[in-house]
């Protein structure tokens, strides 16, 4: 079975970028997170579980890799 040129398609480069891009932010995040992780720590485990959801969850993922992946697959920040 042969692969039909017309249906070949080029990979983009904002895919490579982004990935590099996602794993930078990942490790800046665990920096910044493990800075305070000292002061998060003085809280009560059951105040602690929801800020580290929060900080892990919807502010590394949620928001700002949202607008990245729609950008790595359309070239636009936001879809649409």
Excluded: C, N
């Excluded at 995040?29 to 929801?50: D, E, K, N, R």
């Excluded at 992946?69 to 359309?74: F, I, R, Y």
């Amino acid at each position: 079975m042969s692969i039909d040129p017309r249906h070949y398609h080029q990979p983009s480069w904002r895919k490579p970028v982004g990935m590099l891009a996602i794993v930078g932010l990942i490790a800046l995040w665990a920096v910044l997170v493990g800075s305070l992780s000292g002061q998060i720590g003085t809280l009560p485990m059951w105040a602690q579980v929801p800020v580290y959801i929060f900080l892990g969850l919807i502010w590394i993922w949620i928001l700002p890799l949202k607008r990245l992946l729609a950008w790595m697959e359309t070239g636009r920040w936001r879809r649409g």
